[in-house]
């Protein structure tokens, strides 16, 4: 199964975004925030969008350009990535046990590398 995520459309719904991302990555979520966040650093959970978003509703920054979420691309690159092409903060989360966490001490790994984390933890 390829881990590879396409988005190239301005009017797809964050929720078709993120189930995208989910499908690809099972135990991982994204999360997309008003507010910016750094590297290491949580974001708020009352800063999250409604999932009925669009992108073309939050996007601050540019025009739309594809963009491709592949399982090496690291978690802070990502969030980077989605910062400087939309102006659109998002965050990583993990699932441990039943719980979602932000994957702030982890933002330097890739996402196969979050992903096979839960693996282990799970075990």
Same mark, same amino acid.
């Given at each position: 199964?390829? *881990?590879?995520?396409?988005?190239?459309?301005?009017?797809?719904? =964050?929720? !078709?975004?993120?189930?995208?991302?989910?499908?690809?990555?099972?135990? =991982?979520?994204?999360?997309?925030?008003?507010?910016?966040?750094?590297?290491?650093?949580?974001?708020?959970?009352?800063?999250?969008?409604? !999932?009925?978003?669009?992108?073309? !509703?939050?996007?601050?920054? &540019?025009?739309?350009?594809?963009?491709?979420?592949? &399982?090496? +691309?690291? *978690?802070?690159?990502?969030?980077?990535?989605?910062?400087?092409?939309? &102006?659109?903060?998002?965050?990583?989360?993990?699932?441990? &046990?039943?719980?979602?966490?932000?994957?702030?001490?982890?933002?330097?790994? +890739?996402?196969?590398?979050?992903?096979?984390?839960?693996?282990?933890?799970?075990?």
């Amino acid at each position: 199964m390829s *881990t590879t995520i396409e988005i190239d459309n301005d009017f797809m719904t =964050l929720k !078709d975004i993120k189930d995208q991302f989910n499908n690809k990555f099972p135990n =991982l979520k994204i999360e997309f925030f008003e507010k910016h966040h750094d590297v290491g650093q949580a974001s708020p959970k009352s800063a999250i969008y409604d !999932d009925a978003f669009r992108l073309k !509703d939050i996007r601050k920054e &540019g025009s739309m350009k594809p963009i491709s979420i592949h &399982g090496n +691309t690291k *978690t802070s690159n990502l969030e980077k990535h989605f910062e400087e092409e939309f &102006g659109v903060s998002i965050q990583v989360y993990k699932k441990r &046990g039943k719980t979602w966490i932000q994957s702030t001490s982890t933002d330097d790994w +890739t996402l196969a590398q979050q992903e096979e984390s839960t693996h282990a933890i799970a075990e």
